[in-house]
């Protein structure tokens, strides 16, 4: 495998704007693609998702899509970086303490790849926006996986 870069690719922006329901289809995905992956950490509900996959040969990626203020942002950090995560895929607001744990990675080690949703007025194509979307950030990551970003 190519050297790397650990790196967070972050979704942030407003609340309400499916921050947290996209991140949990990248996880999802990521599953999918990557069947020889290994849970090396899972705690999923209905909306939250919480989990350390293995991917490739010990390339390790972080999930996690709860990132309003006053959530356990700083502990799910602390997990990724114990486990020792090549790539956190997380969720966070546009300021406050969660932007502020995001930008606390930087002194861990790891870049930070500021990713938003898709919008539009038109309802109808709120679906194919955000698949375009997930496709983007899955892409992200295979392209860091092969050393090419």
């Given at each position: 495998?190519?050297?790397?870069?650990?790196?967070?690719?972050?979704?942030?922006?407003?609340?309400?704007?499916?921050?947290?329901?996209?991140?949990?289809?990248?996880?999802?995905?990521?599953?999918?693609?990557?069947?020889?992956?290994?849970?090396?950490?899972?705690?999923?509900?209905?909306?939250?998702?919480y989990?350390?996959?293995?991917?490739?040969?010990?390339?390790?990626?972080?999930?996690?899509?709860?990132?309003?203020?006053?959530?356990d942002?700083?502990?799910?950090?602390?997990?990724?970086?114990?486990a020792?995560?090549?790539?956190?895929?997380?969720v966070?607001?546009?300021?406050?303490?969660?932007?502020?744990?995001?930008?606390?990675?930087?002194?861990?080690?790891?870049?930070?790849?500021?990713?938003?949703?898709?919008?539009?007025?038109?309802?109808?194509?709120?679906?194919?926006?955000?698949?375009?979307?997930?496709?983007?950030?899955?892409?992200?990551?295979?392209?860091?996986?092969?050393?090419?970003?």
């Amino acid at each position: 495998m190519s050297k790397h870069t650990k790196t967070a690719i972050v979704n942030y922006g407003l609340s309400r704007q499916g921050k947290s329901t996209t991140i949990k289809i990248v996880y999802e995905e990521i599953k999918r693609l990557y069947p020889k992956h290994r849970i090396l950490k899972e705690e999923c509900s209905r909306k939250s998702v919480y989990g350390i996959l293995e991917i490739g040969d010990n390339f390790r990626v972080g999930v996690v899509n709860f990132g309003d203020p006053g959530s356990d942002l700083p502990k799910a950090f602390g997990g990724f970086i114990e486990a020792n995560c090549d790539i956190i895929i997380a969720v966070c607001r546009t300021s406050g303490a969660t932007k502020n744990e995001v930008l606390n990675l930087s002194k861990e080690g790891f870049r930070i790849i500021w990713v938003a949703n898709m919008h539009s007025a038109t309802h109808a194509i709120r679906d194919s926006l955000n698949e375009r979307y997930v496709k983007t950030i899955l892409d992200l990551v295979d392209d860091i996986l092969k050393g090419k970003l």
